[in-house]
């Protein structure tokens, strides 16, 4: 006997959101200088929440001009007081988490079960982390008396808006420099929460400045002639072009790039761990994940098993309002995403894959796609081939190790790989042969922020998180 589920929809009275945000910089918001607005719009609605300034190449200049007076200041405080600052960062963000979860599923259309259990806790652990190393970068490994490099300049996705907000900006903090953050055009409201609470938590102005637009502002900060350092999450094909950019400058840069990575189930792994990892691998944030497991490898006689328990599971996942409590897949963050969903999941079809996804309603407004799953897919199918970033998984399978690492290595990425298994020494034996910045044992999507994350090829270059984080942040030669 299954029992239905009563919606549970969280409060949307905890946030406050305002008509209009003007940009964030040197400790005030202030309107852009050509008085150009763009509107963030809720996926799983179509609601207008708010107008954002759109900034220009003044504003640009603004931002980093107030930066890089801040700068003195910062740098030359000692890393305990920066700590102290970094400290109360991290308990506003706790303290308010209620509400930035809520903000967060509004604004992108992810669930608010992963906004509030996943997103949150991971954005404090980080400011938590890295105000530790604020007063011990000296021990750190990057010699006597590190550095920091000035002003950065960093640019996030909207995929997890503000946990990519804290990726960036605590290190930088921690490290003695100043920043000048875009966020994604679509999701600019927690970013700008943000710049409150480094208000509320007394940083001093101009430390963190929060500017936001489109494309074409991100550019203009990556040209920037007074930034330092460039962080960039986001597409290959947008890092491709900043590696341009800074190219002949003497500016550091860190990309953070796409990926496609392979899941690997071998024939001894346990069926319904296996299982929940590699729904968990693909469907979490509706496959709006850099590190999604977006490509099966099942050992070919286990794959029938797998496949049939997979699909079962997939029929029990409930799409619809991310800020149901009992949602797992919410609304896809923008229509031209879900274009290009479409577009590639037609494209298997056409291809000869098999396309499956289960019986599922969706709602008649907003932005939705339900998961789907392709078998009969090869290594020549776009679907095995291009970052989908939505939640559709490729089947493929293998025969043996040797196989299984050839395939999942046959990639222009290289961000991430999970392994099942029940034996240790096939575990470790696979993650020395492929080439992925992080190798899961027996789970997936698990992070930490004492735990390096970064690339291979063209998923990017640079780590983000642990003490690798801050040697980007740092004057190391």
């Known amino acids: 006997m299954t029992f239905a589920y009563a919606p549970a929809p969280e409060s949307r009275a905890v946030v406050d959101i305002a008509p209009s945000y003007g940009l964030f910089i040197d400790g005030e918001f202030t309107e852009a200088a050509g008085g150009k607005v763009f509107k963030t719009v809720s996926p ?10 759109q900034a220009a190449a003044e504003d640009v200049d603004r931002a980093v001009r107030a930066a890089r007076k801040a700068f003195e200041k910062w740098s030359a405080l000692p890393g305990a007081e920066r700590a102290k600052y970094l400290f109360r960062i991290a308990r506003i963000i706790q303290e308010r988490s209620r509400e930035l979860a809520v903000l967060e599923t509004l604004d992108n259309g992810k669930p608010i079960r ?3 259990d996943s997103d949150l806790p991971l954005v404090a652990a980080h400011f938590f982390y890295y105000a530790g190393w604020a007063d011990k970068l000296p021990y750190a490994g990057f010699g006597a008396d590190p550095r920091p490099l ?8 909207w995929n997890f808006p503000l946990l990519m907000l804290a990726w960036k900006i605590a290190p930088a903090l921690a490290a003695g420099n100043t920043v000048v953050l875009k966020p994604a055009e679509t999701t600019p409201l927690s970013a700008l929460f943000f710049a409150d609470i480094c208000r509320q938590a007394g940083l001093p102005k101009g430390v963190v400045n929060i500017i936001t637009g489109d494309g074409s502002t991100g550019a ?3 040209a920037h002639p007074g930034i330092d350092k460039v962080a960039f ?3 290959t094909e947008v890092g491709k072009a900043i590696a341009r950019t800074v190219a002949g400058t003497d500016k550091k840069l860190t990309l953070e790039l796409g990926g496609k990575a392979a899941n690997i189930v071998f024939d001894d792994a346990p069926i319904d761990q296996a299982v929940e990892g590699i729904v968990n691998g693909i ?4 496959g709006h994940v850099c590190c999604a497991g977006s490509r099966l490898l099942v050992q070919e006689s286990v794959a029938d098993e797998i496949l049939d328990a997979l699909k079962r599971r997939m029929s029990t996942l409930r799409v619809g309002d991310p800020l149901d409590k009992n949602t797992d897949i919410g609304a896809i963050n923008s229509p031209e995403q879900l274009a290009r969903i479409r577009s590639l999941a037609d494209a298997g079809e056409a291809e000869g894959a098999e396309r499956w996804a289960p019986a599922c309603e969706l709602p008649s407004t907003g932005y939705w796609f339900a998961p789907t799953l392709f078998t009969n897919v090869t290594q020549a199918h776009r679907i095995a081939r291009e970052e989908i970033f939505g939640p559709v998984l490729s089947v493929l399978t293998f025969r043996t190790p040797a196989e299984a690492v050839e395939k999942a290595n046959n990639t222009p990425y290289g961000l991430s790989a999970g392994v099942w298994t029940e034996k240790g020494s096939r575990i470790l034996w696979m993650a020395d042969r492929l080439r992925a910045g992080i190798v899961w044992a027996n789970t997936f999507n698990k992070f930490d922020p004492a735990s390096p ?4 090829k063209e998923s990017g270059f640079g780590r983000e ?4 984080g801050l040697e980007a942040y740092l004057n190391v030669g």
């Open 283 to 286: 469907f979490f944030n509706q």
């Open 44 to 53: 799983a609605s179509e609601e207008v929440l708010s107008e954002v300034a």
């Open 465 to 468: 998180g642990g003490r690798h």
């Open 220 to 222: 203009e900060l990556v």
């Open 114 to 116: 992963e906004s509030r």
């Open 233 to 235: 999450t986001g597409s």
């Open 453 to 456: 994350f970064g690339g291979y």
């Open 150 to 157: 000035g002003v950065a300049g960093q640019v996030i996705p």
